[in-house]
């Protein structure tokens, strides 16, 4: 027999990767929050946009229901209800409505004439009568509580620093070793001091320049350019480049000697830190100071969350004993909306502010913008102006959307229940909710309107937005009555007009942004390679109708007006011909357009992977829109002369929720247009007119084997546009399209190509099926890292001749990631392995994880040695995030915690939002963030916590269950004014009892054949443990090996596991059990000696 030696509890973990201990042996204290950002979504909220793409069913009736990424169903009018809009009027605190409820009234009345009618006619026409839009708009202003500022992100303004005092001092000899500066740079992602010491005789500014210049692209480990140095008025100006501006960026005087010689003596302004106050201090001055009442002075103040505001403060005449006396002259005007600055003593005749530690952190300022007559406070000096948003954020809607819209839906509630009588009290929730229901249910998209008449609000760029909101409306005795609402989303200004809201609105129907982003791949030219005017969903100033991947996603295009061209057969050159009708008409309306030649199809579609098409269709003038599409001879708008608006529009169109999208889903390929001359126009991508061939072989990206030929037209209808006649050749040649199945988001993250398989239970290959979705086999780990588990990769070739050497890499993840590429750390690359044309082969991975824990893996195609480049690269890559929890009941059940990881790998700040879909109703959610910003190469590890509610959804045996409850949770990547898919998670729960395992007796054996075995004696320890599968690893001390073997319970949780080939000596047991009937428990390590 054996001495056994283990611990007194077994722990409880969730399979498929994600690891997390769920019960212990003493009953848990309730959990500490997550933090002051945190957000709990509800699952008994219920999204109410019934065009939301990220819709998830909430009781599939399978496990891993994939779906079809992205796709609609056909669209029937008479079963389509409107898309129903809410809009809410609003103004801010710093300007507020000054007009009577009487123009109030007639402005909501225009907005509603302008808004409704233009956005439901365009819908109503992009989508061939299958959407309408229907906008309901209250007259009740309601008064938000921030400044504009905090709702809309200023105009972008470069970081730089400008000297004062040194024009007119040239010729100017410095010497370095007496005279220096040490300026303190912080851009998107780095601080760093810079020290500028110039030495010599400098003739002009223009010298100085070129010094300065020199200093800072000899900086190391800076990206280039950095810095760039210039003149300006004869002063010296450093200025950070662009595209590492965000908020609160900066160039500051650190430090220096005789600062005056380099034109740099002023205020010393320092940054907040967790250690350190953001302060202000002034130069020295003599006191008492006599002020006349001329002076002024600009100071702005900006908090840790970069709340920002500037005062321009006019000084009273007096006279002031000291600094202190000063300094709380002017503390009132920066105290006047919040209690965030405090005077203090810098020094001996300085004066001295600083922001309140509450209000302090990094990106903490208090600084002086300008002034008059200032330099006798001690507050004058070089010019300093920090960097106000990124480029791409200039003038969008600021922050977290959804909190935006929650004010004013709270607020709105708020007044209509004190017009309606109704008390907010715990008494009255009945009511409330009640008046919450009818105000605000039903409703597909809510709109938050800045009031831009009699406000002084001005012009912003609109936003939209995902759900859910939260409506807060505190009352009296501590109480607050809290909801929860869901639906889509837009926010901006009455200064747009309604082409904005269409654009908007086109968001809340599931269509994307399609124009280029800042972290977009710089191969991409933003002048031709995007859609631009030519799609409603690129540049909406147009008024041209959507394009025709949206019109195809959305389901609006009847599938027999669609060719789908797939790639040819080995060494075959096929023709496909048809007449293609304008994608802005109905094509019923040009039935007979078409031959038996030239059938007509209103899309053609052509294949270079499952997941990836170029997309040919007709745009022609509309009959109301349209109107402004580019030429077909130099791409502009209005049409050069003799030149004729729209043509054939090729695009390049991907999966947007792909891994890893470093480009738009959709990018046009047509030829580029002309240059602009004076007063010529805006200019994209041209269309190609009739009598014209395509090769897309000659744009970017490149694409071998397809021509595409516009031989003629077919007259349209009486009074309508022509159609085209197109002829399409594919091939001869041969070509290679290797493929790794991607994730089918947004309704699973995962991949049937990427499985574990543990060698204990047999080798599952899955030669004759495709192998699951989810993970496979689950993670036996040990802490010794002695237990081998197989990542298996399959790798499909598409193409038509053999891929010669393929190597694949594979990556591991720990905590699960979502976002880009993040810390994945590689195995070692795979073998070479051939793959036939029209199959596939497995690659094999060896991973010995040492603890429980989830795990991320990604796998892409590293290498091939075929003579053939591939027809598609985006193709190349998957990734598998499917997860299992397994909530413990014991009233309630024990809440699952858990961590993943987000990850910024773009060179760009981005700012980014997490959404779950399919939560069902009796499981909440709670995050420790749902907006976040991250710097670029940011990663960050965001804390999770499932809530199941056991009266709602009560454990069960598996065979009485009636759902299998899924939830996703997606990563959302902040556009300009919406958001693209940036990635997730699929979590499988599986509510249920706790199991424990029990190691009874372990001994020596010996097999039918002789062979030497380890005899397992156990119990599984639960309500249902009859028929659960357990397994066994032991980590032999004498050879270091590994011993697997399975086992089966019986009606009372017996089993028992025969360990083959097990040598004498000691080792370390783990044993495994991972459900279904039970929550998954381990047992282990163990000691066991034999």
Known sequence: MSDISRGSCASIFTALFLVVTLSSCVKPLPPEGLGPHAYRFYGSTVN???????????????????????????????????????????????????????????????????YETNTREFWKAASYDTVQVAWTMSDRLVNMGGAFNDYFNRAFVAASLTTSGLSGSFPLTLDGATTSATIHVRDTDRNVDVTFAPTGTFADIGALVIECQNVFNATPGVPSPWVTCSSSGGELRMQLTNLKVKEGSFLRVKSGSNLANLGLNGPQEEPGSDAAQAALRGLAVTYPLSLTGAEVVTIEVRDKNFKTRRYNISMAAATHNNPTDLANALLPNLISEFNWVEVFNPGANRLGLRVKTDFSGENAAIRVVTGTGHAAMGLSGPQRVDGVVTQAGTNTVRGNRSAIVGEALSLYIAGRAATSGIAITSGNSALLDTLVSNELGGKDSYVVLFVDSMTGIPGKRAGACGGPYTVSVPGGGGYTFSKQVNAACQIGTGAEGWETWAHELGHNLGMWDIYAQPYHDVDFDRDWDYLKVWSMMNDHWGKNDTDGWHKYKAGWLPAASIVNINNPAASATEFTKFTLVPLEYPAGEYAGTGNAEFPARQLARIELSPEHWILLENRQPGGTYSQNLPDDTTGRTPPAAGASAGGLLITDTVNPGSNFLYRSAVTTLNPHGSPPTPGGGFIAARGVPSGETFDPNTSYPAYDGTLVRVVGTAPGPAGKPEALRVEVERGPGDYLDLRIRPWNAPHVYGTPDIWIDWPGNGTETYATMDPPVGNGDNTHWHPDGAVTNIIRVRVHNLGTIEAKDVVVRAYINEPMGMGDKGNFVPFPDSAPLDIPAGGFTDFAFDWKPKQKGHTCIRAEIFSHASTLGELDLSNNAAQENVNNFHPVAGSPYTPVDFEFTINNDFPTPIEVEFEPSGLPNGMDLELEHRWLELAPDEERTIRGRLFVDESKIPPVHPERRKCNYRFNLHAFIRTEDFRLPFGGITVQVTPTKASKLELRKAGRGEGATGVPLLQLYGRLIGDWPANQNISAAFVSDKDGATYSGTGVTDNAGNFTIQVQGVPEGNGKLMLYYFGPSLAPSTLGPSLVQL
């Open 48 to 114: 109410q946009n019934k065009f939301d793409p990220f819709i998830t069913e909430q009781c599939p009736q399978d496990n891993l229901n994939v779906g079809t990424p992205w796709r609609k169903t056909d669209y029937k009018q008479a079963d389509d209800p409107p898309l129903n809009v809410f809009s809410v009027l609003v103004d801010t605190n710093d300007l507020r409505y000054t007009g009577t409820q009487a123009q109030l009234t007639t402005y909501r009345d225009n907005k509603m004439l302008d």
